[in-house]
């Protein structure tokens, strides 16, 4: 996968037909159940963070979408995911030398634990 390809790629999954009705209709605008998660729960999770940074890319919400990354990646600072999602939030965004960064910075944290994994 080549770097270029992220946010088609993203794009391509929000187009998909598994999409339920209730997501297209507006339904449930008002309500925010991660959110309602996230600032009412007593642990910070960087998978909480990771997932909903996904929907925001999903969305077509690229700065949310960063920043849940950046929270995943402040409680979680070896975690490769939260590298790579701040990538693809920075690539939507337009900010390709920062992106690359990221996705080099991912990398290397894959490696990293891979390596350690191996041994």
């Known amino acids: 996968m080549t770097v270029g ?14 999409m339920p009705k209730w997501h297209s209709a507006g339904m449930f605008s008002g309500y925010n159940p991660v959110g309602t998660f996230i600032d009412g729960g007593t642990m910070a ?21 960063r920043s849940d990354a950046v929270q995943a990646q402040v409680i979680s600072p070896g975690w490769h995911i939260a590298s790579y999602l701040q ?18 910075e991912g990398s290397a944290l894959e490696a990293k634990k891979s390596a350690t994994a191996a041994q």
Do not use: D, N
């Not at 390809?5 to 598994?18: D, E, G, N, Q, T």
């Not at 999770?45 to 949310?64: D, I, K």
């Open 87 to 104: 990538a693809a939030a920075l690539f939507a965004l337009g900010v390709e030398h920062e992106a690359q960064v990221a996705l080099r």
């Open 45 to 65: 999770s960087p998978t909480v963070f990771a997932r909903r940074s996904l929907s925001y890319l999903l969305s077509e919400m690229p700065q949310e979408a």
């Open 5 to 18: 390809r992220v946010p088609c790629m993203l794009r391509k999954i929000a187009s998909c037909k598994l």
